[in-house]
């Protein structure tokens, strides 16, 4: 085929040009080129290529100590209030296992009064368990409602 003076004869052409400006001019197109589009191209200075790295939580203020008795005071203020608030999400599961448990041995109450009625199956031991006023077990269910 052609080699590369010979392409660029048949690409450039200057009539009537002197062959300086003619050099020039073959220079000039020669280092003009077109940069291809952004989306053809693998790496963009313009597009973030990475997610942020994520920052450990106590780096920005691990240099900076700002310690003052009222942030000292304050951190311990709210430390306690939650501290409390766990406390009272403690005491109210404790409560309503308990009246779970309660429900659980009334159900277990009613199931025992009707096994005479029902087929024979094994079962394995049975604790007697003491009968309970419906008034009791309807204020619980209730109590129940107000912990949920």
């Not at 048949?10 to 589009?37: C, I, K, M, N």
């Not at 007697?128 to 912990?147: F, G, H, I, R, T």
Request: charged share 35%.
């Amino acid at each position: 085929m052609f080699d590369q003076e010979e392409f660029d004869k048949y690409l450039t052409v200057f009539e009537g040009s002197s062959p300086e400006d003619v050099s020039h001019a073959r220079h000039f197109w020669s280092s003009q080129s077109l940069l291809p589009p952004l989306e053809s191209r693998l790496v963009s200075a313009d597009i973030r290529q990475r997610l942020p790295v994520s920052r450990p939580r106590g780096s920005s203020t691990a240099g900076l100590k700002l310690s003052s008795p009222r942030l000292d005071a304050l951190a311990l203020r709210q430390r306690q209030e939650e501290r409390r608030r766990y406390e009272a999400m403690a005491d109210q599961k404790k409560e309503i296992l308990a009246l779970l448990r309660k429900q659980r041995e009334q159900r277990i109450q009613k199931e025992l009064v009707s096994v005479d009625f029902k087929r024979k199956v094994k079962l394995g031991p049975v604790k007697p368990v003491q009968l309970q006023d419906a008034s009791e077990s309807e204020m619980e269910k209730e109590l129940v409602k107000q912990l949920q």
